[in-house]
């Protein structure tokens, strides 16, 4: 069986731009800076004393391409879930801590695979680093320094008026120095904002003042809609100047929404191996066919595909053949038929009503003859 070289490559040609240099450290098996790859991460939304519940929601999010996943401990209860949860999590845990130091060292006792702390929201946090570190740097877990907009030490609002860029960063770069007072250098550091010209902003400094792998977020951004753009816009922003080695979208969805989005967006700057990319016309006065509805249709029927496959759904005559021409597979409709396009050539026309079927039996032809190297990176 001859192997299909696809029309999308698995590293992108040019780079959109050489990734910043910062130093390396692994949340269990996944690297994090220092060239690695960027990674999405996402959060579970339930108890996670409810170890059942969890466990479920962490399996949905691994299916949905999450690399790491972050659970909340606000209660001695959440706390004694941890080890079950990391011991059978089929990705890496990473235990979120508020208010209350004593859930470090039951998250690092517990095996937990990193763990995120809030310095703004933990009472005295500055005189608690000494103890996390040497835990932490006996267990070789690495620890999240996550800066919040809304939870901002209360000395640096006083000083700075509002969360800043630059109180948001001085936050982030004092904690770090007191973790490396003590030897501790396995760190990794946000400073969220949900504003994402103040978030750019604050990442942009931070950069430019550590080595430390960052973690990018734009917190709070809002229902599915105005949070995908958001963190896209932010994202896109920083990620496209090489400063960002993991991310997580935060919306008012299901986590395993952030993941999509947050997958969605490495692969349109290139930075993760495209899978399914449907390439559709917006319509015009020029379409002779419903291109919302075969696109709908067509992206359903092939959901799941996991060889990097570009599908063209074009709706006229004009950048119809010439998009569908240059996709791996495409239709180019009008006049109620449409000319099926594979790998730059053409195979067949079929009637409307049979476009979708079509175009999904070609594509699963063309995952048939992938070679099986294409098909695992």
Request: aromatic share 4%; hydrophobic share 40%; net charge neutral.
């Amino acid at each position: 069986m001859t192997a299909v070289p696809l029309g999308v490559p698995e590293v992108p040609a040019r780079p959109v731009a050489p990734r910043r240099r910062s130093r390396q450290i692994h949340v269990g098996p996944v690297a994090v800076g220092g060239g690695a790859p960027v990674s999405v991460q996402s959060m579970t939304t339930t108890r996670t004393s409810d170890i059942g519940a969890t466990l479920q929601q962490i399996a949905e999010l691994t299916a949905a391409g999450c690399q790491i996943v972050r659970v909340a401990c606000p209660t001695q209860d959440d706390a004694d879930a941890l080890a079950t949860i990391a011991r059978k999590s089929q990705i890496p845990v990473i235990a979120d801590i508020h208010f209350q130091p004593k859930y470090v060292f039951a998250a690092l006792e517990a095996g937990c695979a990193a763990v995120r702390v809030n310095p703004g929201n933990i009472k005295k946090f500055d005189d608690q680093v000494r103890a996390i570190a040497r835990a932490a740097g006996e267990r070789g877990t690495p620890v999240r320094i996550g800066v919040n907009a809304g939870s901002l030490d209360r000395r640096l609002l006083q000083k700075h008026g509002r969360a800043t860029p630059e109180a948001l960063v001085e936050s982030a770069l004092w904690e770090a120095s007191l973790f490396e007072e003590h030897g501790f250098r396995d760190i990794k550091i946000s400073v969220k904002h949900n504003d994402p010209v103040v978030m750019i902003e604050a990442y942009t400094q931070l950069a430019e003042s550590c080595d430390y792998p960052l973690h990018l977020g734009v917190t709070e951004a809002g229902p599915a809609f105005q949070g995908t753009i958001k963190s896209a816009v932010a994202f896109g922003a920083l990620l496209s100047r090489g400063i960002g080695d993991t991310v997580r979208v935060s919306l008012s969805a299901p986590p395993a929404e952030e993941v999509k989005v947050g997958i969605q967006i490495l692969e349109s700057l290139g930075l993760r191996q495209r899978r399914l990319e449907i390439v559709s016309c917006p319509s015009c006065g020029r379409a002779q066919v419903d291109v919302y509805k075969l696109a709908e249709e067509v992206t359903a029927g092939l959901d799941g595909m996991e060889v990097p496959l570009r599908v063209a759904v074009m709706g006229c005559v004009v950048n119809g053949p010439g998009e569908a021409r240059e996709a791996d597979l495409g239709v180019a409709s009008g006049n109620g038929k449409g000319q099926i396009f594979v790998k730059g050539e053409v195979v067949k026309t079929v009637p409307e009503s049979r476009i979708v079927e079509t175009l999904i039996e070609e594509a699963m032809k063309l995952a048939e003859r992938t070679s099986p190297a294409e098909q695992s990176s």
